[in-house]
């Protein structure tokens, strides 16, 4: 796995390259416009610095902006023991020195993401649509392929290059939008010397405008380059970690069939699921993903194995290619994993229950407090209840509500 994880930082780290070029060269062309040629430094230095204090806070909370930003919360065994316990076995089977925190997200649309800065500190977020969706198999599939990311090392340098092409947002819309409503307004912060020189200020001014409004398609193109790249090594580790790529391919299947927006994902956030959360065309070039349909082609070519031979063997048949998405010295050293079969879980199996738990858990997450009655029946009382004792529906017996109702 090192051989992948060192080669997997080259290629990330000659696109990061490229993302930093592109704001540097934005700062370039919007500091001559606004001080002058002479001036042009420091719009570099400004875009930098930016950047610099955008990574220190990625570093350090970058994890918690994301979960944050996704309106996610965090949950414990007791919330949810199915989706712990897959983790786990995932987390064993990936082989990671701690369980990643688990997180769910209070959406619809099913979908799956990882982050954290190392895999000692890491976290998957999935949303409750995701959870009613899919059985046992199938999530296996989506959390072994988060784990992926968190293995491979991937969501260090997500986190970085989305903030990155943060700060080229940031800087794009600032300048662009003042450009428009301020009417050339800063014209009073240039100096003396730079009035004079009509011509060339001209000349920044016509490129800042026009990097401005194409640097974050550019910097938007290298980074969905990452995450391409990204999703099919973490396909491959999935199917390696659960042994059954049948699992991925059919949860892939059923979210490539999913109409719910996901409200709480953005430009920057996209690229951390496991689809892509706000494209649905299949092959549009635009997206963070590679298409589904052709995800779920190479899982369901790996007929004699799970490894990552297999893979890349299935990944060349179906792409057409000889490119190589996993080192040489990897495969060399690949042993063959047998595929296991099915857990035998239908796909409707617990339906009901899984729809009742997950009630209970959004319950939870709205500050609802549950009191158990020796009859049998969990009294849901909700946050606006006023009174401090309730009375049981089915026995009528009267219980004392705590004086501080629970919360996630």
Sequence with gaps: M???????????????????????LLGYLIGGYIFGQEGAPLGVIGAAGLWLILSVISYFSGSKIILGISKAKKISKEDHPRLFNVVEEMTIAAGLPEMPDIYIINEPAPNAFATGIKPENSAVAVTTGLLAMLNRDELQGVIAHELG??????????????VMLGSIIMISDIFVRGMFY??????RYRNRS?????????????????????????????????????????????????????????????????????????????????VNPLHNKINDLTSTHPPIQERIRILRSMMHGAGFAEYQKAFNKIKRTKKRIIPNSVLSKDKN????????????????KVKRNLGDLMMTFNNYVFVP??????????????????????????HTLPDKRGKL
Excluded at 149 to 162: E, P, Q, S
Excluded at 182 to 187: E, N, Q, V, Y
Excluded at 337 to 352: I, Y
């Design 149 to 162: 990311h968190i293995k491979n090392r991937d969501v260090l340098l997500m986190t970085f290059a989305g």
């Design 373 to 398: 009655c020796a009859c049998g029946l969990k009294i849901k009382v909700p946050p606006t209840y006023k009174n401090n004792r309730v009375k049981c529906p089915k026995c009528g017996r009267i």
């Design 182 to 187: 301020s009417g050339h307004s800063t014209d």
């Design 194 to 274: 730079s009035r004079e020189n009509n011509p060339a200020q001209a000349v920044f001014l016509i490129l800042a405008i026009l990097f401005a409004v194409l640097s974050p398609v550019l910097a938007q193109i290298l980074y969905f380059a990452i995450s391409r790249k990204r999703e099919y090594l973490a396909d491959a580790s999935a199917a390696r970690f659960t042994r059954y790529p049948e699992g991925l391919a059919s949860a892939l299947e059923k979210l490539a069939n999913n109409t719910y927006p996901l409200r709480t994902a953005n430009r920057v956030t996209a690229a951390f699921y496991i």
């Design 2 to 24: 090192w051989e992948i994880i060192r080669a997997n930082k080259r290629k990330s780290l000659a696109l990061f390259i490229g993302m930093g070029t592109v704001l540097l």
């Design 337 to 352: 994993v047998s595929l296991k079969t099915q857990t035998g879980e239908h796909p409707t199996a617990g339906k009901m």
